[in-house]
C-alpha cells in the first residue's frame, strides 16, 4: 500500500483503544455485587499479536477473568445469601490503573508516529515540485 | 539520464528510508505485544559499497533485533524508536530534496537551447 506507515499505526491506535475500553469497562465494574448463586462480573482483558508480514498489530482475543470472583461477608446486603456473603469482581484495582496508563501510553506513541509518517509522505509528494 | 549514479543512489536511499519508516511504525505500534521483537533496517553499508563501485543500487536487508527483553518476552525500546523515526524522517526530506534538485537541473538543460 502507499501509505503504509500510517495504516501499520493505525492497528495499533485499534488495538490501544480496545484495550482502554476494557480496562474502563473493568474499573466501571470494580464493585459490582453479585449473587453467591450466581457469577461475579468477569475482567475483559486484551490479548495483542504482531501482523503477519511486519502489517501492525492485531486483537487476537479477548479473555475474560475470573467468575469465581472474592466471596465477601455483608449480612447486611440485599443480595446476601442465607450465610451472609456475597460475591464481588476478582479484579486489581492497581494492576488495572496500570494497565490503563500503558495503553495510554501506548496510544500516544503512536498517535505521534502518524505525524511523522505525514511528514515523510509530504515530502516524497513534494518530489518534481519546482 | 535516469539511470546515471546518482538517481539510481537517490531512489536506493529513499526506497531503504521508507523500508526503515515502516518497520519503526511496526516496531511502534507492536510496543505492547508479548513476544514481539524489534527490527532494523540496513541499507547504508550496502549503498556506499555499490556507489563505489558505480552502480548505486542497494536492497535494504532487515534484521531482528537481539537487545534482551523485557519479561513479557518483548524488547521494542519508545526511545530508541522514536529518535530513529524523527532521524529516518528527516534524512528522507534530504534525499527527497535531493532528487527534486536532480529534476530541477535536467529541467534546466531542458529549456536551455
Known amino acids: 500500500m502507499t501509505f503504509d506507515a500510517i495504516g501499520i499505526a493505525g492497528s495499533a491506535l485499534t488495538v490501544h483503544r480496545k484495550w482502554l475500553d476494557a480496562v474502563s469497562d473493568n474499573l466501571a465494574n470494580i464493585n459490582d455485587v453479585s449473587r453467591t448463586s450466581g457469577k461475579a462480573f468477569q475482567a475483559r482483558y486484551v490479548e495483542a499479536a504482531e501482523g503477519s508480514d511486519g502489517n501492525g498489530v492485531y486483537v487476537k482475543s479477548t479473555p475474560q477473568g475470573s467468575a469465581t470472583g472474592r466471596l465477601v461477608y455483608q449480612p447486611d446486603h440485599p443480595l446476601a445469601d442465607a450465610q451472609g456473603y456475597v460475591r464481588y469482581p476478582d479484579i486489581d484495582l492497581s494492576e488495572q490503573m496500570g494497565a490503563l496508563i500503558v495503553a495510554q501510553r501506548g496510544y500516544q506513541a503512536n498517535a505521534q508516529v502518524v505525524d511523522r509518517a505525514r511528514e515523510t509522505y509530504q515530502a516524497a509528494l513534494e518530489i518534481g515540485k519546482s | ?113
Open chain 2, 1 to 113: 539520464m535516469f539511470d546515471s549514479v546518482t538517481s539510481v543512489a537517490l531512489g536506493s536511499a529513499l526506497d531503504g528510508l521508507s523500508l526503515r519508516q515502516n518497520t519503526i511504525a511496526n516496531n511502534i505500534a507492536n510496543i505492547n505485544t508479548p513476544n514481539y521483537h524489534a527490527k532494523r533496517v540496513q541499507f547504508e553499508d550496502a549503498l556506499a559499497a555499490s556507489v563505489s563501485a558505480g552502480n548505486g543500487y542497494a536492497a535494504p536487508t532487515v534484521s531482528t533485533s537481539q537487545e534482551p527483553t523485557q519479561l513479557n518476552g518483548n524488547n521494542v525500546n519508545l526511545d530508541t524508536e522514536t529518535l530513529s523515526n524523527v532521524d529516518t524522517v528527516l534524512r528522507y526530506q534530504f534525499a527527497a530534496r535531493a532528487v527534486g534538485d536532480e529534476f530541477t537541473a535536467i529541467r534546466t538543460a531542458l529549456r536551455t537551447s
